[in-house]
């Protein structure tokens, strides 16, 4: 366990993938799950705020930064598929491919660590954890308890699970059931189906479908380069809304007033209601890739209308304006309302 290091030496923009956030009051790395356990008890018993930590990459931290202790979960290592909390995501999914073990494949190139992933139910390319969680190991900050959660009771829904955005407890380790036979999960995204030139619900050899999807991944600037800029983000940064079934007759006809009324809009179908493509709505609003937000410290990903970017010497407050912007003008022309994905730390928009 690391002792406590004074506020400039931890600005955690050192510890999120988009490189911003302000310091931490108290910082301590957490190398093994009871150290862990032991830290978050101690902090709790003695009233202090605790933001717990992974792999940074869906973290949006205040220019002030963070006024209690930041506690670095640094847990590693995978038995089978169980797998420590502060894994790195990719190196796990990478060693499971590698092993012949399927299932994982079309996550690959997600940064940040295995605890987030039940979370915010991590989805991409058709896939998502709540499809291939077995269980988590947990504790719980109001029993004091370490406990076995089945994924039945995670309460899973898009992108979220009934421990995201509350201080409920900790994820320690996650299990998956995966194949053994060295294929895919079933190819469920058209544009990997041909990329891979297979058919929908094909299963395809899991090292074939990693490599395509880490392909599909790098075009939009979505695998961490330090070197390139449209990568320094927290990947995704709207969800797709989610529309009531009520509500879309109104809403498909306010976006055929705005982009007329013979463009195909792309729509899933979605729990008591329509999904619709929260990229495709920033584009038709007006906003495209690389649009730039204040001082041009900040912009829409290049390659991706949904990342927004730190381009090296920007603030969280340019991050959130170029955010709000994008969320307003979306809602003005359509009046549709994104909802960011990744947590908002001491800020909001």
Request: aromatic fraction near 6%; glycine fraction near 14%; include cysteine.
């Amino acid at each position: 366990m690391s002792t406590a290091e004074t506020p400039t030496q931890h600005a955690l923009r050192g510890y999120t993938t988009l490189r911003l956030g302000g310091p931490a009051h108290r910082f301590l790395i957490a190398d093994t799950t009871d150290e862990l356990v032991t830290t978050v008890r101690e902090l709790d018993a003695a009233g202090e705020p605790v933001l717990l930590l992974g792999g940074g990459s869906n973290l949006v931290v205040a220019d002030a930064g963070f006024t209690g202790t930041v506690v670095r979960i640094a847990t590693t290592g995978w038995d089978g598929a169980t797998v420590a909390a502060g894994q790195d995501w990719d190196e796990f999914v990478g060693a499971t491919v590698d092993a012949g073990i399927g299932g994982l494949e079309c996550l690959s190139g997600i940064p940040g660590s295995a605890g987030a992933t039940p979370i915010q139910n991590v989805g991409a390319y058709g896939c998502e954890i709540s499809e291939l969680l077995h269980s988590i190991d947990f504790y719980d900050r109001a029993s004091g308890e370490v406990r076995t959660i089945p994924a039945s009771g995670l309460g899973f829904g898009y992108r979220t699970s009934v421990l995201k955005g509350t201080e409920a407890g900790v994820v320690l380790r996650v299990r998956f059931s995966l194949y053994d036979d060295g294929l895919s999960a079933p190819i469920r995204y058209a544009e990997l189906a041909r990329t891979l030139g297979v058919e929908a619900g094909t299963r395809v050899p899991a090292a074939a479908a990693r490599e395509a999807v880490l392909a599909l991944r790098r075009g939009k600037g979505m695998v961490l380069d330090a070197a390139d800029h449209d990568t320094w983000s927290a990947g995704s940064f709207f969800t797709n809304p989610i529309v009531a079934a009520a509500e879309v007759p109104g809403v498909l006809a306010r976006i055929a007033d705005g982009v007329g009324a013979d463009v195909p809009v792309p729509q899933y179908p979605a729990d008591g209601g329509v999904k619709l493509s929260a990229a495709w709505l920033i584009e038709r609003a007006g906003f495209a890739k690389g649009h730039a937000g204040p001082g041009g410290r900040v912009s829409l990903s290049t390659k991706h209308t949904l990342a927004l970017t730190n381009r090296g010497s920007a603030s969280t407050a340019d991050l959130l304006a170029l955010a709000r912007e994008v969320r307003d003008g979306v809602h003005a022309r359509f009046g549709v309302t994104l909802h960011p994905e990744p947590l908002l730390i001491n800020c909001a928009l």
